[in-house]
């Protein structure tokens, strides 16, 4: 049995509560926020153990591995101190939203990389792994260009969105982590990125964007697109297609029903299938699974700190391109 | 140059005038119905003569080959005149409401069979054509169930409607030819129907139905299933699919557009495309071509005037299962 | 809590196990199947009690509800045994192979009829659902004619097929009942069914089929045809489409993944999800929190005894029609 | 009767004699091309004069409409020749290689515009004009982003593609006109355009390219992304998807029919239509009737050189961009 404890009881910290509760690789053994509120009322639900105090966690001797789910700008402080202690880390996306102090931290604790896995949640769902298996197998060829769509049914609650690091490090970094997977690290080596305030002045208040356009590029060519919107009417979308050289490999948002309507204007399909919470449902499961049998079997984690600096170097890139107005090239 | 005359001037006359025309190897000689006013406006609108009177045409000695599309109990005596003139013959289906009518002058005129056609023309459309060549190879196995599905947007008018020789030799048998291309000839051994009036009363009082489902079967088990209605709230559909053992195909009807709009209620889509005569276009087109070419290269007729009793055959005792509430054993 | 156990270890009564160890209403107490083998291992794998004998479950006073997931030749007897010491009893369908045995149980049973669930789990899965409110709703008007094609991917092992009263008390049976509840119960008056072999001699030998097509009739004209087969190549199969007057609802079964690859062959797209155990997991879950809660609140269950009797007439009419090739009409 | 002449005989010029020879408001009077061969074969195909002088045809006092569809770079001499004699001029795209001449061109001529139209075909296409008239009915909101996906089937011939001034103003120049046709002329500012060889080399040895990423955005922060490649394994493809506030319109390349195979790999359909001239050919017949109509009625032409020169001025920034290796600032 892992004994694991969850730092912060937020929205994605109480996805990982419900797995591990239902895993039988761990053992829950607290929950800890400095929000006392949400914390005790997500520990009293899964009948485990409240801290207010993230140290007290960490220097527990009990405690043999981490989630680290709380604000981005937290994440490497945390990750020092219970890496300190030799535990083992879960930390949700991004490192940091400041990525010169992610690449110190993740240089600085090479020696300990093997301890930390980062939360790219879309690594652990069916058709992302069908999609790379597909890819790699180069059986549609060479890649040439990437296109990816990915928008958010409502906008997420300010209070959640305040501590993003922007729309490139919270949303636009699980799109760039995909086209790494799909083309290998360092292989992107410059982007242009275009964005705007549409959907609400609030994120231009906070400096950030509420639609994004970005096209980063290889030396050799091949193109990644990414679209992003805070806004989409019509419901959760998250849809990739890469074009090769004998042809096209695609994924898309499933509908929450295959049901149809047909009537006189003609045929009507269910919206798509809930936020990603409800898409990713299996995959948040499956990510869980992967973290724990890791540890119990001494393997390593399918996503290491680098995986996350390099994703989060990019989504840096691009919204630097965006403010600057100018390509940027990425340093590899 | 094949000189041709139209007997018929309504809907499907008017259609297969517009192919004549248009096609190189056809010079339209004339249009002949008995109600004139129909019939001259057809000549004048493509610039051809007109006649009152079936005869006058077919004494013509100017006129190789004659189109009928005239109401289906005038088929047999048209045809037998026309072949007694030895003129090539396009005959619209069925070949007569009445079956033992029918049989007769097939029987009768099997020497003489090789001078007639029968306008089946779903057999010319591209998809029906690639569904047959799939079923064929045998790449799917063998054929265990079809299911045919085939619907009106709206009722026809009572003038059309009341010489159809009702549903079954209507409607049903088109769906009864595509089965027997599937199957072969000779294949179906038995049918139970089951009929209904829920569209229009109107139906009933001529002592037709508006909906029915019939179920043929062959000796060694395989079953055909064929739903129709008079009325499709969201438009013309004919969709076939074939269960093989190791595998299936079918063939649906296209939407007018591809085109989607998604909004907060889901997937939208248009209608499928208009009625028969938009969705067999080419079809009708690609029927009149083989019909001249055949003549012009002294070749066999794709559809004999045998395949046109074969499948009335089958809608005659559909309909009379469906009147007996009994089985009914086809005659082969 | 309340303290279930369930009888019969074999595949279905494994998905209930598991439904009842992760809800948190019920208290798992025990495991009961007369095959030692099969029983001990589910048992321990689940951490629960075992029982090679029915009765002693029966007499058990600490149970307060049992499962019943025995070959359906065993159902009647188990129910009676179990309503006579006052247990809420969920009971698989079919009710029992024997149409008359079942009738005369539930009629005898009237009065305690109340503390029998009957196991349709289609019933609980979220499309059924939709169609149903759709339906109920007349937002399309009167129904007209309701499509089911059911096929199964593969072959069960013969020694679940032994057991389950042929293709229209297994299969046809869960498709009945979705037109029950479409229609509504009585409704049905008439049937028309053909069967075959085709898949493997194993099922003639048995005296059972592996195709089959039935067409169900109202007295109005409505119809409701069902296509069944023990063979998929292309997987699990489960559509329904109802006609109405103003327009069509369909559901179909959901693929494995919203995945496409295009290429110089097409577009090309993962089979259906898996066989039932995957494609109607959820609706499992569901229809064990459904038992489960009325009995905690006192409420009716949502699925009666009658309920399954009223699906067994229409089962055993079909059976009745296809071994004497003729319609059959039934009692109401 | 409008006596038309048409000036190059290539593959497009094809298209539009074959137009022309059936509307009835048209007399095809002479094809004119300096490659006699092509030239006279096309005339004798259709019966009509040849000419190998351009001059010639533009003498022609009895000519009242000239098609030009000759390479890129003599476009405006031959509509300032054709001008002068005072003739209708259909040209097809781009209005010259060289957006300064065509600028030139089309600014020294707005007093004789109106007798221009520039040949846009997709804007005669049903699927676009619903999607037009989908975004500017306003019911979907606002429009945010815009995704244009265009893809051909295979690379053209060299013959043509030498002629063409390159992917920009050549392939992306029909997607920036679909763009301007939603949002409107002068909207878009700015562009960032990526480019790169991937299909063959021949395209960088003439200075062109293979595959092109663009972004355009307006002023407010709307943008318009769009991917071009001349190789696409699975077929011609054209799509756009259009993202509002309240939801989103998309249109896609039908399929060459609904035929749908499922075997044990899964779902397989058909491939896309053809290539444009297929996907289009109702289309360029509608294009051909509004440029007839409107002479015959005195209308003003639907398309106007301006929006010839509107849309290359995107296409001459987007190829400024992808050179240049930075965002481009668009004149209005």
Redesign the interface.
């Known amino acids: 049995m892992i004994n694991v404890a969850v730092i912060g009881a937020g929205r994605i910290g109480r996805v990982h509560v419900g797995n591990l509760v239902r895993n039988r690789l761990a053992c829950l053994k607290a929950i800890c926020d400095t929000q006392e509120q949400a914390g005790k009322r997500l520990a009293r639900e899964f009948g485990t153990e409240f801290s207010a105090l993230p140290d007290e966690i960490i220097q527990n001797k009990e405690i043999d591995a981490v989630y680290i789910c709380t604000p981005a700008h937290t994440h490497v402080d945390l990750m020092e101190a219970a890496l300190a202690k030799d535990k083992y880390v879960f930390c949700e996306k991004p490192i940091d939203e400041d990525f010169e102090k992610a690449k110190r931290f993740v240089y600085a604790n090479s020696a300990r990389a093997a301890k930390i896995m980062i939360g790219f949640h879309r690594r652990f769902d069916?058709?992302h792994l069908?999609?790379r298996e597909?890819i790699h197998s180069r059986r549609?060829?060479?890649v040439?260009?990437i296109?990816i769509?990915s928008?958010d049914p409502t906008m997420d609650s300010y209070d959640v969105l305040t501590f993003t690091g922007g729309i490139f490090r919270d949303m636009t970094l699980h799109d760039i982590d995909q086209a790494l997977v799909l083309l290998g690290p360092a292989t992107l080596t410059g982007v242009?990125a275009?964005?705007?305030?549409?959907?609400d002045p609030a994120f231009a208040q906070r400096g950030d964007f509420d639609?994004a356009?970005a096209?980063f590029?290889t030396e050799?060519?091949?193109?990644c697109?990414i679209?992003n919107?805070r806004?989409?009417?019509?419901?959760f979308e998250q849809n990739i297609e890469v074009?090769?050289?004998?042809?096209?490999?695609?994924?898309?948002?499933?509908?929450?029903?295959?049901?149809?309507?047909?009537?006189?204007?003609?045929?009507?399909?269910?919206?798509p299938m809930g936020h990603f919470l409800e898409r990713y449902h299996a995959a948040y499961e499956t990510e869980c699974q992967a973290f724990l049998e890791a540890i119990e079997q001494g393997k390593e984690f399918p996503i290491s700190a680098l995986d996350g600096l390099n994703a989060l170097r990019l989504a840096e890139a691009a919204d630097r391109s965006a403010r600057l107005?100018?390509?940027v090239a990425i340093e590899t």
């Not at 806004?231 to 419901?235: C, I, L, N, P, V």
């Not at 490999?249 to 047909?262: D, G, I, K, Y």
């Open positions: 069916q058709t069908h999609l597909t549609l060829g060479q040439e260009q296109l769509n928008r242009f275009r964005t705007a305030c549409l959907v639609n356009v096209t590029w050799t060519g091949v193109t697109t679209l919107s806004r989409s009417a019509f419901g074009f090769c050289s004998n042809g096209s490999a695609s994924l898309n948002t499933p509908t929450e029903m295959t049901f149809t309507v047909r009537d006189q204007k003609g045929t009507h399909c269910p919206a107005g100018q390509p």
